[in-house]
C-alpha cells in the first residue's frame, strides 16, 4: 500500500557524480540490492547520522572514516543492516571498504559504507564483495533511478527528487540538486533519515554544506513519523561536486538552502506516502504555539497516538483522540479553552470543546480523503510547526509481523 499516484520524476544528472547498481543476492536472487557512488575529488561532502545508541556497524564506520579523509565512494546495499553484529559487523564494513578501496586505488577511509536491511545478522560477505565490480562497471551519471531502486527495502517504489535553478536570473547557468531516499517503516529520523543521498553541482564549501545539510534536514527528514521508531543505520549524506562553477556564499545561501528543502521535503514526504501499510497521508500543523520544542511535542503526540491513527485508518473522525494526545503531550501551562483543531478545514473544536458549526457528517467526509491535514491551533504564541505521518492499518502489522519470513 502507499498514498498518491506521483511518477518517479526525471532525474537531472549531476556532474561529476556518478552511480553504479547491480544485484548481489544479499536478500533476494536477482534483486537490485548494490549500489556504488563516485565523488569527484574536488568535492565537499556533509552527512548526518542516526542518534541511535545502537547504531550499525557502518554508522560507526562512516563517523570514522569522515573524521579522517574526503570521501570518494559511496557503498550502500540493501536486504541486510549490518546492526547488532558486534566486532564481525564492523570487521566486515571494513573489509567492504577495503575491497572497494582496492579496486578504485583510493584509501579504505575514502570509502563509506551504508547498509539497511535485517538487523542481527551476519552479512553474506561473498555476495557482496563478489557483485562490487559490477557495480562499479556500471557507474554513470544517469544512474539514479537505478540506484533509488537498489536501496528499497520494505518500500513499495523508489523515491527521487530533482530541480534545477538560476541563481542569477540574468544569467543561463543553473544548478542541478538531485537526490534519493528509503524509507518505509521503523522511521522517526533524528538528525536524518532511513537512508538519503543528495547531490549538487554547486561548489560549496565543507562549512556552508554542513550549515545547509542541518537547516533542510531539520524541516524535511526530522519532521516525518511512521511509528516512532528510530532506526539503527539512519543516514543522509550531501555531496557538492562543484561542477557547475557556481559557488554558494553568503549573498546566495539562503536561496541555495531555499531550493534544497524543496528537493528534501520531497523525498521525506515519499517515505510517509509509502509508509509501511499507509492509506492516509497525514499532515499535522500546529501553529499559535509558545515556542518550537512546545509545537512539535503537540505534532508528535498527536502523529504517534496509535489512537489517532487507528481513527484515521478507519476514517473515524474521532476528534477526542486528538484532543487527549494534546492534552498529554507535556506543554507547561496548557490552556485547553483556547484551543481550536480542524479536519481538512473542517472546524472540529473550538474554545476547547465540539464546533458549534460541527456535524458528524462533515467530520466524516473531512477525514474520507487519502490527504488528511490535521490543524492544531494553540493560541498562545506566533511558532508554527509541521509534521508529516501516516495511518496505522493492519497491512502495517502484517508487513512487521512477517518482515524476516
Not at 75 to 87: P, Q
Not at 248 to 272: C, Y
Request: hydrophobic share 40%.
Amino acid at each position: 500500500m502507499a498514498t498518491g499516484n506521483k511518477p518517479f520524476p526525471q532525474m537531472h544528472p549531476v556532474a561529476g557524480f556518478k552511480l553504479g547498481t547491480t544485484s548481489a543476492g544479499i536478500k533476494t536472487p536477482g534483486r537490485k540490492d548494490l549500489v556504488v557512488m563516485q565523488i569527484p575529488t574536488q568535492a565537499s561532502v556533509a552527512a548526518l547520522f542516526t542518534q541511535n545508541a545502537f547504531c550499525a556497524a557502518p554508522v560507526v564506520l562512516c563517523k570514522q572514516y569522515l573524521d579522517t579523509d574526503t570521501p570518494r565512494y559511496l557503498l550502500v546495499n540493501t536486504g541486510n543492516a549490518n546492526a547488532g553484529t558486534g566486532d564481525q559487523g564492523l570487521a566486515d564494513a571494513r573489509r567492504s571498504c577495503q575491497q572497494l578501496a582496492a579496486l578504485q586505488t583510493v584509501s579504505e577511509q575514502q570509502v563509506l559504507p551504508f547498509s539497511t536491511g535485517v538487523i542481527g545478522e551476519p552479512m553474506p560477505m561473498e555476495k557482496l564483495l563478489g557483485a562490487l565490480p559490477a557495480a562499479v562497471a556500471a557507474l554513470d551519471e544517469d544512474g539514479w533511478s537505478d540506484a533509488a531502486q537498489g536501496i528499497m527495502t520494505t518500500d513499495t517504489r523508489a523515491k527521487g527528487a530533482s530541480l534545477q535553478y538560476q541563481p542569477d536570473p540574468s544569467s543561463p547557468q543553473q544548478i542541478t540538486i538531485t537526490g534519493i531516499s528509503k524509507g518505509s517503516g521503523m522511521i522517526k529520523p533524528n538528525m536524518a533519515t532511513m537512508l538519503g543521498f543528495v547531490a549538487t553541482d554547486a561548489k560549496v564549501d565543507s562549512e556552508l554544506l554542513h550549515r545547509a545539510l542541518r537547516l533542510v534536514t531539520n524541516k524535511s527528514f526530522n519532521r516525518i513519523t511512521v511509528d516512532s521508531d528510530t532506526s539503527t543505520n539512519d543516514s543522509i549524506v550531501l555531496v557538492a561536486t562543484g561542477a557547475s562553477g557556481i559557488s554558494i556564499d553568503e549573498s546566495n545561501f539562503e536561496q541555495f538552502v531555499a531550493q534544497l528543502e524543496t528537493v528534501f521535503i520531497d523525498l521525506a514526504q515519499a517515505i510517509i506516502r509509502d509508509g509501511e501499510g499507509a492509506s492516509k497521508f497525514v499532515t499535522v500543523l500546529v501553529d499559535s504555539a509558545g515556542n518550537t520544542d512546545e509545537a512539535l511535542k503537540v505534532a508528535y503526540t498527536v502523529a504517534e497516538s496509535p489512537l489517532v491513527k487507528t481513527a484515521l485508518a478507519a476514517s473515524d473522525a474521532n476528534w477526542g483522540r486528538i484532543l487527549a494526545a494534546v492534552g498529554r503531550a507535556g506543554v507547561d501551562n496548557l490552556d485547553v479553552s483556547k484551543i481550536s483543531v480542524s479536519l481538512n478545514q473542517v472546524l472540529i473544536v473550538e474554545r476547547g470543546g465540539r464546533a458549534a458549526s460541527y456535524t458528524e457528517a462533515a467530520g466524516t467526509e473531512a477525514m474520507a480523503p487519502e490527504d488528511i491535514c490535521i490543524h492544531i491551533s494553540l493560541n498562545r504564541g506566533e511558532v508554527s510547526e509541521t509534521v508529516w505521518t501516516t495511518d496505522l492499518t493492519y497491512e502495517y502489522v502484517r508487513i512487521n509481523a512477517e518482515y524476516r519470513t
